[in-house]
């Protein structure tokens, strides 16, 4: 077994009791009622440990529906308050003493605002756990074969602690490492995207026949493989068991943008990876669960997590097949209150059976984010290493 399949233990074992059932379910798609009553236990059990523990969370809980009203099911989800992602560009606010800190992540580079997010062990744990799991499920992990990885994300560097670089290196954990590159170099003063030197390694790893995993932003792949073609460099036949797991997007780049089949249908015909090896992956450092594509590239939505979609205008829920903002749930999260969210991202969510590769879990679609003027990501600190470059 995986070391980050094994067991993890909640910070208090009585009080986030259903916590624990919940996060142990090892199916990372298991649905049914029983699972939906845990899952609004486990709601409440987080709301509980965070209201004790953050007075700033304790009156948003007291001044919100669901004030001493605690959740029966998942159907009364919408009852939650919220935290605006936005909210942890300007403010650090965790439910942990200072010593339990295991990590502290941003969600940008060195320009705009970051969100600043603390884990403890169990948060930490939890969530890597539910990432090996949803790898488990698609058979991505226990390969013995070494991997060559090229990393489309930043090269660590001393002090540098951001989130999407911290998941692509812990991703390197479900196969050995032969070796590995980076998109993004560093260069002493900041970081540079290397295309060049991306070409170079996917020429090398085609010779060397060994499976390649290419983690992280689709911008520097798409922009690779641009200079592939620029350069005459002829298709490529990367060994069948490669992978691709994309995170993170193209925002400031949008005129640049490859549409997710195009860029996949390239990735096939340049890198030879077929199109079920080719998955892209949801996340952001203020909810760390991971949302993964099926093979049919739908988002699908973890039994660990829950997830609504409220109006732009109105902020009240919406049907399946709306658009509005995203709203992620998970109970999971100690450290900071962060279990339920409001993102950004506008997206639509809909009905399992709309997606028909018989996941029973619902999925959805990202169409764009609103308020781009001062909502960075990595991925706009990174599109911006693009300019001149691409």
Known sequence: MNQYLGPVTVPDSDALAAVQRLCDIADPYAVGPENDR?????????????????????????SSAAAGQPLADVDELHRLP?????????????????????????SSGTTGQKSQMFFDEWTLRAGQRMVARIFDHYGWIGEEEPVNYLLS??????GLNLGTSFTDEYLCHFA????????????????????????????????????????????????????????????????????????????GHADKQVAKPELYRRIKDQLGIPDERIRDGFGAVEHSVLYMECPRHRLHVPT????????????EPLPYGERGYAQFISPYITSV???????????????PEECGCGLPTPWFTVHGRAGLSRNRSCAVAAAELLKGKS
């Open 153 to 158: 994300n930043y090269q660590p560097r001393p």
């Open 82 to 106: 919220f935290v605006h992602a936005n909210f942890f560009k300007a403010h650090e606010v965790v439910s942990i003493p200072g010593d339990d800190v295991r990590l502290h992540v941003t």
């Open 337 to 351: 209150p962060a279990q339920s969210v409001l993102m950004g991202d506008l997206v639509s969510q809909h009905a």
């Open 38 to 62: 845990l899952f609004a236990q486990a709601m409440n059990e987080s709301n509980a440990w965070h209201a004790a523990r953050s007075p700033f969370f304790a009156r948003m809980l007291a």
């Open 304 to 315: 660990w997590s829950r997830m609504l979609v409220r109006s732009v205008r109105t902020l």
């Open 176 to 251: 050995p490492v032969r070796s590995v590159e980076y998109a993004l170099k560093h260069t002493g003063g900041g970081h540079e995207f290397d295309p060049f030197g991306c070409v170079r390694a996917l020429i090398r790893y085609a010779e060397e026949g060994a499976p390649v995993r290419v983690l992280g932003f689709p911008a520097f792949l798409s922009f690779t493989l641009d200079r592939m073609r620029e350069l005459g460099v002829p298709p490529l036949e990367l060994s069948p068991r490669s992978l691709v797991v994309f995170g993170g997007g193209w925002k």
